[in-house]
């Protein structure tokens, strides 16, 4: 007991799976009544339970499992949740409890499964309790079959599907079970009673017994059809009814008509299964088949006739068998054989049924022809044949073939074919007979009907009677207007005969047809009698929709008027009854004066006509007599013009006002188009015409007129016929128009002589242009090319035009003819046009030798046969629907293993889909479907191109034949990944374009279920986007239906995926919207819908004119009518007129709370997050439908259109809206910026360029309006805005960087910062650099506090781009870090986290390079004014558009923008009162707001990739501070805008900035306020000069005047500046380094020759740059050069030029080095060079061509070395590894010899001992290195070098002997050393004597480090000698080698002759190579006389020379 008192107390839930057997049986009594008591069926007590029910019913205790399953059916009836757990408690009952000998168990379990059936589960029970038939333990399948039984008899056979029960019911009867066999035969029973005989095909092959068992039951079940007695909680209604009806006794009738229906949907063919029988042909079928002996071939075709006697078969390739069959009725002799092949392809045919409609095309012509044969045996073998082919097929698809044997000679084959169309008519309803096939069957029969063979007429008429019958008399006696009442009559006791299939009789029954079959109202059988307007509409709706699909063909002109039937078979009168009829209407005296010979009397006579016909009623108008009156003599003959336009007139006045009949018009006509041409009658004839138009339609009337007019010669009536004709088209619309007709008249006018008719028929192909388009033109193709132009001009004056509306013809027809008309028009578009070409039959042409090609084994060969066929193809243009056995041998080449084959077959069928047009669709089966099957081909091209050719086909076919039958289905059953992924893919774009869809298309569901859980991501990514289109068309029941038949995991995801995709499902297209689309807008009042049906108007083409309010208003009502197809002429209207409101009208609707429900769905998944890597189509497709609501239509079809033009016109007109509209685009704010989120993963420049306007204009409006970005919308725009940032394109960028800019006012900095961190983690290097540099800009404006989540983190993430390979990525983190230094000082480097020591050591180096402009730091304070500091290191802005450009240079860039920038929001906010300190018209600058474009226009010079012109940034308005100074402030801004100005692309502009600068420089007291700007000014002006090297240089249409001054203002101003030293330091060695660039790239330019005074120009240029050397802070400029020397040395491309002259720079700076050594930082010298020497090591540096470099460099080292001594060792600081540094080991070895010559020197009371002890130590040396350089020589490896050094050695010592070392050589070595050394001499003196091209500084290599000819001479006390001696010495040397410079020898002065001073001192330059050699000898004993008097007597000097060589000697062998 105490066990139980334990589980009492536990709730009911867990008593129910306690351990203890009581315990769950007192939890299931409890639950069983909590079940009871629960009245909400949603109650959440029901989840509790939801795990246990199977528990409830697998009890392992009997007594608790009983109690369990009361409980467990109480909860399925109840609960709302119970179906969810279907799968698992059906599949216990069938395993636990069927097995169970407690009766009562079993009668609860089948309870439970007929419950769940009860709530809508019937699929999964039926399958659990189909699966337990397969159970070993019979009792199980025993009860299983019972339960079944059970189910059909209370819910029928409309519940449960009778297929796979029946498929299992033979293996129940073989059961060796007694009781299984009894209980199958009882269920065997139930099923019969609900289908009747289509039991007894899949039961045939049981046992005989049985059968006769069953049998025998059978005959005893009553025949009253059974009815459902239990019903679905879904048929509750149905239940009601039901219960009525038993209630009032069982009223049969209603359910007899509903069983009978039920009865009829059982097919007895989808209850059998399918039997393959090709692999059981016999394997010499095709052998035998062909076979010369008759008997062999009857053999091969019995074997095919007893497999074919299969009810049903499997689906297979059956070309081959067909092909076989279909030679041997065509071409066999014995007709027996004939007859088995025809039953043999019966037996195919109702096999296969809907997949034989492949092959019906091929068979169908040839079994027509066979039906010459009389045997009665073979036709009746046809005919069957035929008639099972066409139950496969459509009319449609042989609707050509048929009427091409409708006029064979042959009677049998004419009468067999009506007979065939007899009887296929009655298979079809009024929606497949559309009027468009039947026209051209009906004109066949017509003639039939008058045939002489007495056979063919009665075929016919049957046919005619059987499509009466089908369609109703008022659909067919349109086409019978020519048909005498006799064969009328005749027609219609035919359609009384017919009995339609199915049907038991005629008459009434018709209407039980309808409903089932074509779903049509009952009404379409009523006659066509001239009834009101509420009969008629009904024929309307049924016969509306069919249009679509159907092949669309022109309609005459008389199926267009069917309510003036009566009129049009009006009988000719005659004269005398005529005059009769005329008499009783008219006065006596019009009567007799009508053909009097006086003129007065005759017009007397017709003006008492017309008053008589003014005052005549309708009715009584006898309009034929009347006009025979008119016509009487003179008739038309009439001279006199008063009265023959009296006479026209009348004949409009009776058209207009009588029933006017065709019969009437023949009387007039000729004689109107007699007068239409004459000057004073034309008009009223034309008048005369429109009112017979109008009366008896345009078509019928202008095709009588033109061909009347052609008739005769008369030029001037034929122009004025087709100008008659054009106007008409434009009032009447062209609907029916008889295109072909026309067409030949036409060309006849266009070749005519006369000028005026061709003109008219110019004008009137104009307008049919405006309604046919494109197509029209293929009919001229063969023209004249003269006339051709013409006609093209014509056509290009109406393009973009729309229709007029049409205005006349529609005024007397009432709302159903209306309805009719529509319907014809629809009919008649581009498709029409295509139907009207005239088309080759190239059948013929299509030989079985081209054929047998094309399947050779050769490839070649198959090539071959495919060229062959796109010839025929190509040559014919337009081609009919037969094309021979061809589409059978392209289908095989469509699996060709050579895929350039199958490529080219695909190319093929393209040609033929676009040759054939609209008859396409009969092929779409034999060779559509095939293509479908390459796209699962593993080549990507194969694909693309298989698409291609599918889109093209569906062009022409539309989809609606590639939808039906199971072939899509069976393609997407295949298990290949490719194919599944394109044809999901291609669904999903086809699917949302239909409004209605075959039901096929629900056999494609279980396999896109499959496709849901396939292995590869991208099917399942195309079934998931391919789901809601298929829920669209097919419903969310049928398809969450349909996936109750999955596994319970599957069903589960593929469940949420139905969830996800109803929520996304789009709306199907309506009806009206369609029509709307397929016609012009139109807005007159009578407007047809369809008035130009051949063109589809696109929404971008103009409308027309707004609709008066009184029109829409009446259009309204016809609202519902249009909806259900009666397409009457009110709602198009409506239609157009909104469209045009629409258009016109606000295009951002405003939807209150539509972002917020947007956030919301979005936060709880019900709508996709917008976060994808590339756009996949659901998001498209979510997008588009959360726009229909905030945007029109029109422009929603623009944005989401494929063609890229229409974005840009869509973008246009969002930005022509933005403004007026800016609330509704604030409330759409998000879906406008998804949208372009797409444009970005576009390719399109144009599109990009236009979305980025947009959106610049769309956030300088949000900032105006304060309005703030929320989350949702940044997050699903910014990342994809940063994607752009890193696009290749400058312009792009540019935008881009803008925008970003400008979001920092519309959304917080602090929430920009860490998406631009993510943006950095991008593989694109530029996008990373880009972000990195914003990044730095938003620390620089906004501070530390902007870096998220914390600084820390976001610095260590910044710092590791520090590393990064690409050099702009790490500057822009090293800019970045370093603007955090400035905002937070050292704290910065605790935050970046450890870095290597190469890292570090790069960042320290910039830190070191900013603080280098300390006076920045105070305004870092001032950080919001945005102030430009004054160091450009410190500054940072996004980088230029220029990649290539040096890094150095980017920082200055930097500090340009930022000026810029700030500039910017100074000039927007200065006050109007500055201070006009620099003379600049401020005022002018303030209101010219135009200025700013003068600096973007730099973007469009074309420069080459190291000159190019930096972009300068857009203005960017930030507030300013109030406690910056307002002086200073527009001071400031001023000069950065003069500055800016500096760069512009416009010469004079930048000539103006530069006076302006000049005028400030050249005031000492203005001066300073440059101060900062300096090297924003200096940016400005190298751009400025790379700007005119590369660009206006360049540019032969500028005035190279204006060039020159502009090189003037610039070097005056750079003058102006570097003669103020204070200024002049402030340049930072990155700008010094490009001015340098500059200004020696211009020294070099050979352009500036040809400029006037060019050569005064370089001479200013030469002393700027002394200028620059002599002012500039020298570290900066010494930095600069070597740097720069550098790069001219790594730089390939240079001139050798360029590194001369930067050489001759670092000379000179070397000569100056003694009085600045105390200003440089020799830190940073020291680590440039160390740089140049690991860029350039000593072995690099000697393999260059000179060895200038070399020498320059150690000349340098050498003499900082001498200047400072040992402690320049301790200026090594900033390099890294100095230990493996060369630098230090060679200043180690410089100062250490320094050191051993010191004493030497010091030593000067004994300087004549010490010169000699210095001579034996020389001498000593000298063997030495002499013996050390033979060495050298006579080594393999080393000779060249000794050679070199052999010489070197020699040109320093010219005394040196040689002879010691070379007299013990032999005299072969003493030769080669001698030659040795005369090539190097020969080779150097080569080399010296090119001359440099400029003339500037001559291009040598000089021995410029030798104390004799140093740039920097050395005295024995270190002091530099005088340069006036050394210039005395140079100029005795040049007299001495006639170089004195008496006359002019080079085109240029030296680079400093603009100075004296230092010309002296700078001319020792020119001395060449060979010169000095030559002139060793007297230089040294002139030396003397050179120096100084100090100096000249101190032999010292001579000494310390000698020993400097020595150290040299050394330190190039070292």
């Known amino acids: 007991m105490g066990d139980d008192s334990e589980w009492m107390k536990l709730p009911t839930d867990q008593k129910c799976e306690h351990k203890i057997w009581k315990a769950r049986l007192n939890g299931y009594e409890e639950a069983l009544k909590l079940f009871q008591k629960i009245e909400d069926e949603k109650s959440s007590e029901w989840g509790k339970y939801l795990g246990l029910v199977k528990k409830f019913v697998t009890d392992s205790n009997a007594v608790a499992q009983l109690k369990g399953l009361e409980a467990a059916l109480v909860f399925i009836e109840n609960a709302h949740v119970a179906g969810k757990t279907t799968g698992e408690v059906v599949s216990g009952v069938v395993g636990k409890v069927f097995n169970q000998p407690k009766a009562r168990a079993k009668e609860l379990g089948s309870d439970i499964c007929l419950m769940y059936i009860e709530i809508e589960k019937a699929e999964v029970v039926q399958d659990e309790l189909i699966k337990g038939l397969d159970n070993k333990n019979p009792k199980i399948v025993v009860t299983c079959i019972e339960t079944l039984r059970k189910a059909l008899c209370e819910f029928g056979s409309k519940i449960i599907t009778l297929k796979p029960v029946v498929k299992v019911l033979p293996k129940l009867f073989e059961s060796r079970e007694k009781a299984v066999r009894d209980e199958a035969k009882l269920l065997a029973v139930e099923i019969y009673r609900w289908i009747r005989d289509a039991l007894r095909a899949p039961l045939q092959n049981i046992n005989s017994v049985q059968l006769k068992e069953l049998e025998e039951e059978w005959v005893k079940l009553p025949t009253a059809a059974p009815k459902q007695t239990r019903f679905l909680r879904s048929q509750q209604d149905l239940k009601a009814k039901f219960e009525q009806q038993q209630a009032a006794g069982g009223d049969e009738a209603d359910g007899d008509d509903d069983d009978e229906a039920e009865v009829a949907q059982v097919d007895p063919y989808e209850l059998l299964e399918a039997v393959e029988i090709l692999s059981k042909l016999p394997k010499d079928f095709y052998e035998k088949i062909e076979a010369k002996k008759w008997q062999e071939r009857k053999e091969a075709l019995e074997a095919v006739e007893t497999l074919t006697k299969n009810p049903k078969l499997e689906n297979g390739d059956y070309g081959d068998l067909v092909r076989a069959l279909k030679k041997v009725i065509g071409k066999d002799a014995n007709v027996m054989l004939v007859a088995m092949a025809a039953k043999c392809l019966a037996g195919l045919a109702a096999g296969l049924r809907k997949k034989f409609g492949t092959y019906a095309g091929l068979v169908v012509p040839t079994i027509l022809e066979k039906f010459k044969e009389k045997k009665p045996q073979v036709v009746q073998a046809l005919q069957e044949a035929i008639d099972a082919v066409f139950l496969t097929t459509t009319l449609q698809n042989i609707s050509e073939d048929v009427l091409s044997v409708m006029d064979n000679k042959n009677p049998s084959i004419k009468q067999q074919a009506s007979l065939f169309l007899a009887r296929s008519f009655r298979h079809c309803t009024p929606s497949t007979l559309p009027k468009s096939v039947l026209k051209p069957f009906c004109a066949a029969f017509l003639k039939q009907v008058n045939d002489s063979a007495p056979e063919v007429r009665d075929a016919a008429f049957e046919a005619l009677g059987t499509a009466m019958k089908v369609v109703g008399e008022k659909a067919v006696n349109p086409f019978l207007t020519d048909v005498d009442k006799l064969k009328l009559d005749k027609i219609k006791e035919c359609a009384d005969k017919v009995e339609l299939a199915g049907k038991k009789g005629g008459g009434g029954g018709g209407e039980k047809k309808e409903k089932p079959a074509a779903k049509a109202p009952p009404a379409v059988e009523a006659p066509a009698k001239q009834s009101g307007p509420p009969k008629k509409a009904p024929p309307a709706k049924a016969a509306g929709p069919p249009k679509k699909g159907k092949p669309a063909s022109a309609p005459s002109a008389k199926s267009k008027k069917a309510p003036d039937t009566k009129e049009i078979v009006e009988t000719e009168l005659s004269p005398e009854v005529c005059e009769e009829k005329a008499a009783a209407v008219l ?883 200065s006050t109007p009162s500055i201070p006009k300190e620099f003379q600049l018209d401020l005022d002018v600058f303030e209101n010219n707001h135009t200025c700013a474009s003068d600096i973007p226009d730099l973007v469009q010079h074309k420069l080459d990739e190291v000159l190019e012109p930096v972009m300068i940034p857009e203005r960017k308005i930030r507030s300013v501070s109030p406690h910056f100074d307002d002086i200073h402030n527009s001071t400031a801004s001023t000069i950065n805008f003069v500055i800016s100005q500096v760069a512009s692309g416009d010469i004079n502009t930048s000539i103006q900035a530069l006076a302006q600068i000049d005028e400030v420089l050249r005031q000492a007291d203005k001066a300073e306020a440059m101060s900062g700007h300096i090297d924003q000014f200096l940016i400005a002006t190298f751009m400025q000069l790379r700007l005119i090297y590369n660009t206006h240089m360049a540019d032969d249409r500028l005035d190279k005047k204006d060039i020159f001054k502009l090189y003037s203002c610039i070097i005056g101003n750079m003058l102006s500046l570097f003669s103020m030293e204070s200024l002049a330091r402030e340049a930072s060695m990155g700008v010094l380094k490009d001015l340098m660039h500059g200004l020696i790239t211009l020294m070099l330019d050979s352009r500036v020759e040809d400029i006037e005074d060019g050569q005064q120009l370089i001479r200013s240029v030469n002393l700027l740059v002394v200028r620059v050397l002599e002012k500039s802070d020298q570290t900066n400029i010494l930095s600069a050069l070597l740097v720069l020397l550098q790069d001219s040395l790594i730089s390939t491309a240079g001139s050798p030029m360029f590194s001369e002259l930067v050489m001759k720079c670092l000379w000179r700076m070397i000569r100056f080095l003694p009085q600045t050594i105390n200003s440089i930082n020799l830190d940073r010298i020291l680590l440039d060079v160390h740089n140049f020497m690991k860029v350039f090591p000593k072995e690099k540096l000697k393999q260059l061509k000179s060895d200038v470099p070399h020498r320059t460099l150690k000349t340098l080292l050498h003499t900082l070395c001498r200047l400072t001594g040992a402690k320049i060792l301790d200026h090594m600081s900033m390099i890294e590894n100095r230990n493996e540094s060369e630098l230090e080991a060679h200043l180690r070895r410089v100062v250490k010899h320094s050191a051993n010559l010191s004493g030497l020197k010091s030593d000067k009371s004994s300087e004549k001992g010490a010169l000699r002890s210095d001579d034996k130590m020389i001498k000593a040396k000298v063997s030495d290195i002499l013996s050390e350089i033979f060495k050298k020589i006579g080594s393999k490896e080393n000779t060249k070098e000794g050679l070199t050094e052999l010489y070197e050695y020699k040109q320093k010592y010219s005394d040196a002997d040689l002879e010691p070392f070379l007299r013990n050589t032999s005299q072969f070595f003493q030769s080669y050393v001698e030659r040795g050394l005369r090539m190097i001499e020969s080779e150097r003196e080569g080399k010296g004597r090119i001359q440099p091209s400029t003339g500037v500084i001559p291009q040598h290599s000089t021995d410029s480090y030798l104390p004799g000819s140093s740039t920097v001479p050395v005295s024995n006390n270190g002091e530099d000698m005088n340069a006036a001696a050394y210039y005395e010495r140079l100029k005795i040397l040049r007299k001495r080698r006639g170089l004195e410079n008496s006359t002019p020898e080079e085109d240029r002065p030296p680079l400093s002759s603009l100075r004296p001073s230092v010309a002296s001192s700078t001319d020792m330059l020119h001395s060449k190579l060979s010169q000095l050699k030559e002139s060793r000898e007297h230089f040294q004993q002139e030396q003397s006389h050179s120096h100084s008097p100090t100096r000249s007597s101190s032999p010292a000097s001579n000494l310390d020379d000698l020993k400097k060589r020595l150290e040299r000697i050394k330190s190039n062998r070292q």
């Open 587 to 1469: 006065p006596a005296t019009c009567m007799q004066l009508l053909d009097s010979a006086n003129w007065k009397e005759r017009l007397a006579s017709m003006e008492e006509f017309q008053r008589a016909v003014e005052q005549m009623d309708k009715s009584e108008m006898p309009c034929q007599a009347l006009v025979k009156m008119l016509a009487k003599k003179p008739g038309w003959k009439e001279t006199n013009f008063q009265v023959m336009q009296m006479k026209l007139h009348i004949v409009g006045l009776i058209a207009q006002k009588g029933s006017f009949s065709k019969t009437s018009a023949l009387v007039v006509l000729d004689g109107l188009v007699d007068k239409i041409g004459d000057v004073k009658c034309g008009s009223k004839a034309k008048e005369a015409l429109t009112a017979i138009g109008e009366a008896c339609c345009l078509p019928w009337t202008a095709e009588q007129v033109v061909s009347l007019a052609f008739a005769q010669k008369n030029p001037k009536n034929q122009a004025e016929t087709l100008n008659w004709l054009a106007n008409a088209m434009k009032e009447f619309g062209f609907a029916g128009i008889n295109v072909k007709a026309f067409i030949n008249n036409v060309k006849t006018a266009l070749a005519a002589t006369n000028p005026a008719v061709r003109t008219s028929a110019i004008t009137l192909l104009g307008v049919m242009y405006l309604y046919m388009g494109a197509p029209l033109r293929m009919f001229f193709e063969d023209e004249k090319p003269a006339l051709l132009s013409q006609i093209d001009a014509e056509f290009e004056k109406m393009q973009g035009q729309s229709p007029p509306a049409p205005i006349r013809g529609t005024k007397r027809a009432a709302p159903d003819e209306e309805g009719d008309a529509a319907e014809e028009e629809v009919d008649s578009g581009a498709g029409d046009i295509m139907d009207l070409l005239p088309r080759t039959d190239i059948s013929d042409k299509i030989t079985s030798d081209m054929v047998s090609k094309i399947s050779d084994k050769n490839w070649k060969i198959r090539k071959e046969g495919l060229d062959e066929v796109a010839t025929v193809i190509s040559e014919a243009k337009f081609i009919q629907a037969s094309i021979g056995e061809l589409p059978l041998a392209l289908k095989g080449r469509l699996s060709d293993s050579n895929k350039l084959l199958v490529q080219q077959t695909l190319s093929i069928l393209q040609q033929i889909a676009t040759a054939m047009g609209p008859s396409l669709k009969q092929h779409v089966k034999n060779l559509g479907i095939p293509v479908v099957t390459v796209l699962g081909d593993s080549k990507p091209n194969v694909r693309a191109a298989a698409l291609s050719t599918l889109n093209t086909w569906v062009e022409q076919t539309g989809m609606k034949e590639w939808l039906e039958g199971e072939d899509l289905s069976e393609e997407l059953k295949k298990e290949n990944p490719f194919l599944r992924q394109e044809l999901l893919g291609w669904l999903a774009e086809k699917l949302p374009t239909l409004r209605t869809v075959p039901a096929d298309l629900m056999l494609c569901v279980p396999h896109l279920y499959t496709c849901l859980e396939d292995r590869s991501g991208d099917v399942r990514k195309k079934a998931q986007d391919a789901l809601p289109f298929f829920m669209m068309h097919l419903g969310y029941e049928k398809m969450i239906k349909a996936a109750g038949k999955l596994k319970p995991a599957s069903k589960d995801q593929v469940v949420g995926m139905l969830e996800k995709a109803r929520a996304v499902m789009p709306a199907k297209p309506e009806v009206p919207v369609k029509a709307a689309a397929s016609k012009p807008a139109s807005s007159a009042p009578a407007a047809k819908p369809a008035s130009a049906p051949a063109r589809n108007q696109s929404p971008s083409e103009d409308f027309s004119e707004p609709e008066p309010k009184p029109d829409t208003k009446k259009a309204k009502p016809a609202g519902p009518a249009a909806k259900k197809g009666v397409v009457g002429k009110k709602p198009p209207v409506k239609a157009g007129a909104k469209d045009e409101e629409d258009r016109s009208g606000p295009i951002f609707i405003l939807v209150p709370n539509g972002k917020e429900q947007r956030i919301k769905e979005e936060k709880t998944l019900k709508i996709l997050k917008w976060n994808f890597i590339t756009p996949r189509d659901e998001y498209v497709e979510q997008l588009k439908t959360q726009m229909s609501t905030c945007l029109p239509k029109w422009l929603q079809d623009e944005l989401f259109h494929f063609d890229f033009q229409r974005h840009v016109k869509a973008i246009g007109a969002m930005i022509e809206h933005m403004e007026p509209e800016c609330e509704a685009v604030i409330g759409c704010l998000d879906l406008i910026l998804k949208w372009f989120t797409l444009r970005f993963f576009d390719t399109n420049t144009s599109v990009l360029m236009k979305a980025l306007e947009f959106l610049k204009l769309l956030f300088t409006m949000l900032s105006r309006k304060n309005y703030q970005l929320n989350d949702y919308e940044a997050s699903s725009f910014i990342p994809y805005l940063i994607l752009k940032v890193g696009e290749s394109k400058d312009g792009v960028r540019k935008d881009v960087r803008a925008i970003l800019t400008m979001l920092c006012k519309v959304y917080a900095a602090s929430k920009v910062f860490p998406l631009l961190m993510e943006g950095t983690k991008s593989k694109n290097s530029k996008q990373r650099s880009e972000c990195l540099e914003e990044l730095g800009c938003l620390i620089e404006n906004f501070g530390m506090n902007v870096c998220q989540p914390t600084p820390a983190k976001a610095l260590k993430d910044i710092a590791v781009h520090i590393g990064d390979r690409d050099t702009t990525v790490r500057n822009a983190a090293l800019n970045t870090v370093l603007a955090a230094y400035n905002a937070c000082g050292d704290q910065v480097f605790k935050l970046i986290g450890n870095l290597s020591e190469k890292e570090m050591s790069m960042l320290e180096e910039r830190i070191k390079r900013s603080a280098k402009k300390a006076p920045a730091a105070s305004a870092k304070q001032e950080r919001p004014q945005r102030e430009p500091p004054a160091n450009p290191s410190a500054t940072f802005l996004r980088k230029p558009a220029q990649e290539e450009v040096p890094n150095k240079l980017k920082i200055m860039y930097r500090t340009y923008r930022i000026q810029a920038r700030a500039q910017n929001a100074h000039l927007e906010q």
